[in-house]
């Protein structure tokens, strides 16, 4: 009696629900094939200040991770456009504990900050 399937049999029907959730199949790219950079992709990100270092341009922010939390940090620059509670600030003006909605780009220079929204916990411990 077989109690397990080969892999090669469940392949198909992973394909199958791949493409039915709004995946598609790419092939490889040849050698030379210039790809889309990490970069040109915004990701977003919400947490809990930790740390900020206003010199250096960075902050550290706590993040949930399935069941789990990760520190993550991130920069700003002349380019990023920092909130507090729906008014325009500056990263000196943040502090640990603030809830934090981000989004940023992964670049080789490490996780630069597009747009960052910064706002006081309730009472209630919501935003």
């Known amino acids: 009696m077989r109690l397990f399937t080969p892999l090669h049999c469940l392949l198909p029907t992973v394909a199958a629900v791949g493409l039915a959730l709004g995946g598609t199949a790419r092939p490889a790219a040849a050698a030379g094939d210039a790809l889309e950079p ?3 992709v915004a990701d977003t990100l919400t947490g809990t200040c930790l740390s900020i270092d206003a ?8 993040t949930g991770v399935s069941h789990a939390l990760k520190v993550v940090t991130l920069r700003v620059d002349q380019q990023s456009r920092i909130t507090m509670e729906g ?14 909605h981000i989004e940023y780009q992964r670049t080789p220079a490490g996780n630069r900050v597009q747009r ?5 916990m309730s009472e209630g411990g919501g935003t």
């Open 38 to 40: 990490r970069s040109q």
């Open 55 to 62: 010199a250096a341009g960075t902050f550290r922010l706590i």
């Open 87 to 100: 008014r325009p600030a500056r990263l000196d003006e943040l502090g640990a504990g603030l809830v934090l």
């Open 116 to 120: 960052l929204e910064a706002r006081r």
